[in-house]
């Protein structure tokens, strides 16, 4: 995709307490349009305080947080919602209605912005095929597996196109197969041009992907970095040139601190 790029998302000097012991402490980060970043770190380590300051459920005790044109001194609360509908959330316990079919789980994302039923609908059929579900339109959450639920939590996230998806260990709940899964979702979902910053506490389910990682640890970020690997879903998803430092980070101690 030939886009021009511009940071959709942007954290400054923003530190948070919590309670006695933590804090998120002089964070910076800042996303480009079309990027995948996984946010990764320690359980504990301040993840998901950090997204919830960027989806801003949560608001930072100093600095700023810049998500499009949503500025968080700024923020109004009626402008939330607002913010909500152009940017897509996941969780790890997928957050579906269970009292609502797939399709209606998919179409209340979108009947808040106003959109007529005949565009509802070509659009939820068209976003169900892909990731999968269009077969189970009909069903209800709780009649499906953890993978197939996520996939539902995804197809309501990015329904109104967001330019950003924020999610917050979304295989967690999820076995290997379904894990690899819906890794291999959030990817294509990215190549279609969505943003994706993912939290997750598992360094080594990311390490061989080959995308940027920032690394938190304790209420900081350790180690911004493009890790840059040939990993297999990366070749198939026609991922982008191989740096010629790649075998060496291969070795690459996320852990370790040691930059060049
Ligand atoms: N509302 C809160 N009040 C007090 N402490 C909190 C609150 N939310 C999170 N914490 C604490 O902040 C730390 C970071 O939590 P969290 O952001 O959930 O980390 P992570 O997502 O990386 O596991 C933890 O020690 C947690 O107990
Ligand atoms: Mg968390």
Avoid: C, W
Wanted: proline content about 3%.
């Amino acid at each position: 995709m030939n886009q021009e790029k511009r940071i959709i998302a942007g954290v400054y000097h923003v530190s948070r307490g919590l309670g006695k012991h933590f804090s998120l402490e002089d964070i910076n980060l800042q996303v480009a349009n079309g990027e995948f970043v996984f946010l990764v770190g320690p359980s504990g380590a301040g993840k998901s305080t950090l997204l919830k300051l960027m989806y801003m459920d949560d608001f930072p005790d100093k600095g700023q947080v810049v998500v499009g044109q949503f500025v968080s001194t700024r923020m109004k609360r009626k402008s939330i919602p607002d913010l909500r509908r152009k940017i897509g959330i996941i969780f790890q316990d997928f957050r579906l209605l269970e009292d609502r079919t797939v399709f209606e789980n998919v179409a209340l994302a979108m009947k808040v912005t106003g959109a007529g039923m005949p565009e509802i609908k070509k659009q939820i059929t068209d976003i169900l095929t892909r990731v999968g579900l269009y077969h189970k339109r009909y069903d209800y959450p709780p009649a499906l597996s953890g993978g197939e639920q996520q996939r539902v939590a995804i197809a309501r996230a990015v329904a109104n196109r967001p330019a950003i998806l924020f999610a917050d260990e979304p295989t967690g709940n999820l076995d290997p197969v379904a894990t690899k899964n819906i890794l291999e979702l959030l990817f294509k979902i990215n190549a279609g041009g969505t943003a994706v910053l993912m939290a997750t506490h598992d360094i080594e389910l990311v390490r061989s992907f080959g995308q940027r990682i920032i690394y938190l640890e304790e209420g900081r970020v350790a180690l911004d970095k493009e890790m840059i690997f040939v990993g297999d879903i990366r070749d198939r998803i026609g991922g982008s040139s191989v740096s010629e430092s790649a075998s060496r980070l291969s070795e690459y101690d996320i852990t370790g601190g040691e930059e060049e």
